[in-house]
C-alpha cells in the first residue's frame, strides 16, 4: 500500500504546477497563521524569559505581609535592618549582609519609537547592590555616586527610551539628575534606572522603603530565613524566594499574551483550514477520473487517503516553514517593551524557539490533515463508475 | 471448457432522484475461459454496466456475479480492490493513462500492488511493452503519444500484471477507423496466442466481427440473435 500511496502522492505532486494558485492559497494562509502564532507567543516566551531570568534560588525579596508586588509594599528603616541581621544571610569580608533595602518609584519616560509617555521603574539601591546582583555590569560610563543626583541606565531601557543617553540629564521629582553610566542585565533590571537608594529617598522625601532584598548563604536556607522574618514579631513581611516573585508578576501578561496567540492564532487557522479544504477539494476534483483509474486497477483507499492527506501536509509544511522564517527573520531577537508586574515598563527581547517553530509546524500538520480529511474521504467513497465517467 | 464469467439473475437498478430506474431485470451471462466477447447494445441498454459488474467495479442488487472463480458480489470494498489488481486487466475508451508519468510508468502501476521487485517490474513492463509494439516509445509521456500509441499502452498497462480476463469499454471508440483495427488485431492476438478472456464493449459492429461471439443486451436484457430486430 505505501508503494501505491507514494506512487499517487508523487503524481499528485508534479500536478501542483497545474494548480499554483489553489496551492499557494494553503500555503499563504498557513504561513500567515504559523507566522502570526510564532510572533506573538514568542513575546509571551521573550516576556516570560526575560522575568523568568530575573532572579536566583540564593535571593529572597521581602516584602510587607499582603502586598503583591514592591509597589504595594512599605518598610520602614528599622524592619529592613531587622531583615538584613535575618538567619542565613550572606555577609561580605568585612561582615556586612549582602542585601539591599530599596525604594521603587515610577517616572515617565518618552519612548522612542513613538514618543509617547511610559513608565519606566526608578529603583534606589543600598551599597551592597552590586554585589548582591554581580549580573548587572557598567557597560558605559561609571555607577553613581552616593550623595550625588545621579542614576546609571539599563542598556534596554536606553533603547527603548529618548533622554537618558549617557551625559543626560533626566527631571526627577523636583530637580534633574545627571546620567553617569549605563548597566546591561539580562533581567528586567536591564529597563530600570538606578540611583543611591538613600539620595533617592531624600529627593522624593521618603522614609520608606519598598522591599529588601538579600543573598543567602544558600538556596536551601531559604526555608529558615522565612520562617524566622514571618514569625518575628516585630516584622509583618512577606518572604518570598525571588524567581518566585518575578514569575508571580510575569504570570498574567504571559497568560494574556499567550491567550491573544492561540486566539488570534485560531481564527486565522479556521480561514487557512477552509482555504485547505477548498484547495484539496479542486485537486481531488481534478484527478477525479485518475483517481477513479488507480481505484479501478486495483489501488485500495488507503493509498488514495494516504496521498491526499500526504499532499495537504506538505503544502501546509511548506508555509509552516515559510511563516516560521518569517517570524524568525523579523521578529527574533527584537527589543519591545510591555507593561510589567510593576505597571512600569519591561524591555525584553522575542524568542523564536525550537520550541515555537514545532508548535507552528504541529498547528500547520493538524490544519493539513483536516484540510486533506473531507476531500479525501470523498474521493475514496465516490462509486469508480461514476468517477469513470466523470459525473458530478 | 470452465467459466471465466458467470452473471445468474443479475438485478441492478439505479436511483436517479426519488425514481429507481432497473437497469439489469435477472440478467443470466456465461463467458467461457478463452473467450473474446462482444456484448453490444443501444445506449442505455446496461450493457457497460455488466461490464462493469464483471470488472467488479459495481454491485449487482441481486444475483450473483463468479468471476475467476470467485463470487465477487459477496467481497467488500477492499477485497475487491485486491481481487481487480490479481484477476482483471482494464482497457478505457479514453485510455485513462497518468498524464504525469511515462509510458513505462504507466504501464507498471499494476505491479506496485505486487511484491515484485524494481528488477523484475521492469522486466515485466519490458515484455509489456513488447507485446503491444512500443518499447521505443518508454520513456514518452501520453501527450507526446497518439491515440493509438496511448491505447496500446493502455493495453500493455492492462496485461503486464497478467489478469486472467481482460476487461475493454469501448476499446477503439476514440479512434480512426485504421488505427481501431490495428487494436482489435492486437486484441484478437492476445486472446488467442496467450489464451486471455476478453470481454468487450461496443457499439460498433466492425469492432465486434473481431470477437469470437457477440451478445446483445437490450432493456437489461440478453438477446438472442433470433430475437434480434
Known amino acids: 500500500m505505501?508503494?501505491?500511496?507514494?506512487?499517487?502522492?508523487l503524481l499528485n505532486l508534479a500536478e501542483i504546477p497545474k494548480r499554483i494558485g489553489a496551492s499557494l492559497v494553503v500555503v499563504i494562509g498557513?504561513?500567515?497563521?504559523?507566522?502570526?502564532?510564532?510572533?506573538?507567543?514568542?513575546?509571551?516566551?521573550?516576556?516570560?524569559?526575560?522575568?523568568?531570568?530575573?532572579?536566583?534560588?540564593?535571593?529572597?525579596?521581602?516584602?510587607?505581609?499582603?502586598?503583591?508586588?514592591?509597589?504595594?509594599?512599605?518598610?520602614?528603616?528599622?524592619?529592613?535592618?531587622?531583615?538584613?541581621?535575618?538567619?542565613?544571610?550572606?555577609?561580605?569580608?568585612?561582615?556586612?549582609?549582602?542585601?539591599?533595602?530599596?525604594?521603587?518609584?515610577?517616572v515617565e519616560l518618552p519612548l522612542r519609537q513613538s514618543g509617547t509617555a511610559a513608565n519606566v521603574t526608578l529603583r534606589g539601591v543600598g551599597p551592597a547592590a552590586f554585589r548582591l546582583r554581580p549580573d548587572i555590569r557598567i557597560v558605559a560610563g561609571r555607577t553613581f555616586k552616593p550623595g550625588l543626583r545621579e542614576v546609571i541606565v539599563g542598556k534596554n531601557a536606553m533603547t527603548q527610551f529618548s533622554g537618558?543617553?549617557?551625559?543626560?540629564?533626566?527631571?526627577?521629582?523636583?530637580?534633574?539628575?545627571?546620567?553617569?553610566?549605563?548597566?546591561?542585565?539580562?533581567?528586567?533590571?536591564?529597563?530600570?534606572?538606578?540611583?543611591?537608594?538613600?539620595?533617592?529617598?531624600?529627593?522624593?522625601?521618603?522614609?520608606?522603603?519598598?522591599?529588601?532584598?538579600?543573598l543567602l548563604d544558600s538556596p536551601d536556607r531559604f526555608d529558615a530565613f522565612k520562617s524566622a522574618l514571618e514569625h518575628d514579631p516585630r516584622l509583618s513581611v512577606e518572604v518570598v524566594r525571588e524567581p518566585a516573585y518575578y514569575a508571580r508578576l510575569s504570570e498574567q501578561l504571559?497568560?494574556?499574551?499567550?491567550?491573544?496567540?492561540?486566539?488570534?492564532?485560531?481564527?486565522?487557522?479556521?480561514?487557512?483550514?477552509?482555504?485547505?479544504?477548498?484547495?484539496?477539494?479542486?485537486?481531488?476534483?481534478?484527478?477525479?477520473?485518475?483517481?477513479?483509474?488507480?481505484?479501478?486497477?486495483?489501488?485500495?483507499?488507503?493509498?488514495?487517503?494516504?496521498?491526499?492527506?500526504?499532499?495537504?501536509v506538505l503544502l501546509s509544511l511548506l508555509g509552516a516553514v515559510i511563516g516560521a522564517a518569517a517570524a524568525w527573520a523579523f521578529f527574533n531577537g527584537n527589543a519591545v517593551n510591555s507593561l510589567g508586574g510593576n505597571f512600569t515598563q519591561v524591555v525584553f527581547h522575542l524568542r523564536v524557539s525550537a520550541g515555537l517553530v514545532a508548535t507552528g509546524i504541529l498547528w500547520a500538520v493538524v490544519i493539513g490533515l483536516l484540510g486533506g480529511l473531507f476531500p479525501a474521504l470523498r474521493a475514496v467513497r465516490r462509486p469508480v463508475v461514476d468517477a469513470l465517467r466523470g459525473a458530478v | 471448457m470452465a467459466l471465466a464469467v458467470e452473471l445468474r439473475q443479475v438485478v441492478k437498478h439505479y436511483?436517479?432522484?426519488?425514481?429507481?430506474?432497473?437497469?439489469?431485470?435477472?440478467?443470466?451471462?456465461?463467458?467461457?475461459?478463452?473467450?473474446?466477447?462482444?456484448?453490444?447494445?443501444?445506449?442505455?441498454?446496461?450493457?457497460?454496466?455488466?461490464?462493469?459488474?464483471?470488472?467488479?467495479?459495481?454491485?449487482?442488487?441481486?444475483?450473483?456475479?463468479?468471476?475467476?472463480g470467485e463470487r465477487i458480489d459477496s467481497l467488500n470494498g477492499a477485497g475487491l480492490a485486491r481481487w481487480?489488481?490479481?484477476?482483471?486487466?482494464?482497457?478505457?475508451?479514453?485510455?485513462?493513462?497518468?498524464?504525469?508519468?511515462?509510458?513505462?510508468?504507466?504501464?507498471?502501476?499494476?505491479?506496485?500492488?505486487?511484491?515484485?521487485?524494481?528488477?523484475?517490474?521492469?522486466?515485466?513492463?519490458?515484455?509489456?511493452?513488447?507485446?503491444?509494439?512500443?518499447?521505443?516509445?518508454?520513456?514518452?509521456?501520453?501527450?507526446?503519444?497518439?491515440?493509438?500509441?496511448?491505447?496500446r499502452i493502455a493495453i500493455a498497462r492492462a496485461l503486464v500484471a497478467d489478469p486472467t480476463l481482460l476487461i475493454c469499454?469501448?476499446?477503439?471508440?476514440?479512434?480512426?477507423?485504421?488505427?481501431?483495427?490495428?487494436?482489435?488485431?492486437?486484441?484478437?492476438?492476445?486472446?488467442?496466442?496467450?489464451?486471455?478472456?476478453?470481454?468487450?464493449?461496443?457499439?460498433?459492429?466492425?469492432?465486434?466481427?473481431?470477437?469470437?461471439?457477440?451478445?446483445?443486451?437490450?432493456?437489461?436484457m440478453l438477446i438472442a440473435p433470433e430475437d434480434r430486430p
Not at chain 1, 179 to 200: K, N, P, R
Not at chain 2, 188 to 206: A, P, S, W, Y
Open chain 1, 254 to 312: 504571559g497568560r494574556i499574551l499567550t491567550f491573544v496567540a492561540y486566539t488570534v492564532g485560531g481564527i486565522m487557522a479556521l480561514g487557512a483550514l477552509f482555504g485547505a479544504l477548498n484547495t484539496m477539494y479542486s485537486a481531488v476534483s481534478s484527478r477525479s477520473v485518475e483517481i477513479a483509474t488507480l481505484r479501478a486497477l486495483g489501488f485500495g483507499a488507503g493509498a488514495i487517503l494516504i496521498s491526499v492527506f500526504t499532499e495537504a
Open chain 1, 2 to 9: 505505501l508503494r501505491g500511496a507514494l506512487t499517487i502522492t
Open chain 1, 30 to 106: 498557513i504561513a500567515g497563521v504559523v507566522g502570526v502564532l510564532i510572533s506573538v507567543l514568542a513575546m509571551a516566551d521573550g516576556f516570560l524569559n526575560t522575568m523568568e531570568r530575573t532572579g536566583r534560588p540564593d535571593r529572597a525579596i521581602v516584602l510587607r505581609g499582603g502586598s503583591n508586588s514592591e509597589l504595594a509594599s512599605t518598610l520602614a528603616r528599622d524592619a529592613t535592618l531587622a531583615i538584613m541581621d535575618g538567619p542565613g544571610v550572606k555577609a561580605d569580608d568585612s561582615g556586612h549582609a549582602i542585601a539591599s533595602a530599596e525604594m521603587v518609584a515610577i
Open chain 1, 164 to 214: 537618558i543617553d549617557p551625559g543626560s540629564r533626566v527631571a526627577l521629582r523636583d530637580s534633574e539628575w545627571t546620567v553617569v553610566g549605563v548597566f546591561d542585565s539580562d533581567d528586567s533590571h536591564g529597563s530600570e534606572i538606578m540611583a543611591d537608594v538613600d539620595t533617592l529617598s531624600a529627593a522624593y522625601r521618603r522614609t520608606l522603603f519598598q522591599s529588601v532584598t538579600v
Open chain 2, 84 to 151: 481487480r489488481s490479481r484477476h482483471v486487466g482494464f482497457i478505457f475508451q479514453f485510455y485513462n493513462l497518468m498524464p504525469g508519468l511515462s509510458a513505462e510508468r504507466n504501464v507498471e502501476l499494476p505491479l506496485l500492488l505486487t511484491h515484485l521487485s524494481r528488477a523484475e517490474r521492469k522486466a515485466h513492463v519490458d515484455i509489456a511493452l513488447e507485446v503491444v509494439g512500443l518499447s521505443d516509445r518508454r520513456r514518452h509521456k501520453p501527450s507526446e503519444l497518439s491515440g493509438g500509441q496511448q491505447q
Open chain 2, 169 to 220: 469499454d469501448e476499446p477503439t471508440g476514440d479512434l480512426d477507423r485504421q488505427t481501431a483495427d490495428e487494436i482489435l488485431v492486437l486484441l484478437q492476438t492476445l486472446n488467442r496466442r496467450q489464451g486471455k478472456t476478453i470481454v468487450m464493449v461496443t457499439h460498433d459492429q466492425k469492432a465486434a466481427d473481431y470477437a469470437s461471439r457477440q451478445v446483445h443486451v437490450d432493456k437489461g
Open chain 2, 15 to 68: 436511483r436517479r432522484g426519488k425514481e429507481m430506474v432497473e437497469v439489469l431485470s435477472g440478467l443470466d451471462l456465461a463467458v467461457p475461459e478463452g473467450e473474446f466477447l462482444a456484448i453490444m447494445g443501444p445506449s442505455g441498454s446496461g450493457k457497460t454496466t455488466v461490464l462493469n459488474l464483471i470488472g467488479g467495479l459495481d454491485r449487482a442488487n441481486s444475483g450473483s456475479v463468479t468471476v475467476c
